[in-house]
């Protein structure tokens, strides 16, 4: 069964740092495009980052979150992380990774709509707050 678990949330004070991990079940990862959005209450759901498969080997970012947010590929593990630093409370939300189909999303502008990716994971939380 094809599953994405996400893990690593939880309550930081801003400027702190967390990692996120999505971890992958019945398909290899790195054959697709993985990507992390977020959701604060109240608002739309929202894209943060997108990695490519390894064969495309391309990773992209929303601007509010260059330069403090990256995405890398533990092919050991069949797992995405999302390592954040330099966190805001503006990050806060919960945080969900997504598969999309072909792999090659992430080269597209359409690659921040939910509508381009079948599997979800349940989320995990991230507070930033003082």
């Known amino acids: 069964q094809v599953q994405l678990k996400e893990s690593g949330g939880g309550l930081v004070q801003p400027g702190q740092s967390l990692r996120l991990s999505c971890a992958a079940s019945?398909?290899?990862?790195?054959?697709?495009?993985i990507a992390w959005f977020r959701q604060a209450p109240g608002k739309e759901r929202e894209a943060v980052s997108c990695?490519?498969?390894?064969?495309?080997?391309?990773?992209y970012y929303i601007g509010s979150v260059r330069g403090r947010f990256s995405v890398r590929r533990d092919d050991y593990l069949n797992t995405v992380n999302l390592q954040m630093n330099s966190l805001k409370p503006e990050d806060t939300g919960m945080y969900y990774c997504?598969?999309?189909?072909?792999?090659?999303?992430?080269?597209?502008?359409?690659?921040?709509?939910?509508?381009?990716?079948?599997?979800w994971g349940p989320g995990t939380m991230v507070t930033v707050s003082s």
């Open positions: 990695i490519s498969s390894s064969s495309v080997g391309v990773n």
């Open positions: 019945g398909f290899t990862s790195n054959d697709y495009a």
């Open positions: 997504a598969r999309d189909v072909s792999g090659r999303t992430c080269e597209h502008p359409q690659w921040m709509r939910p509508t381009q990716y079948g599997t």
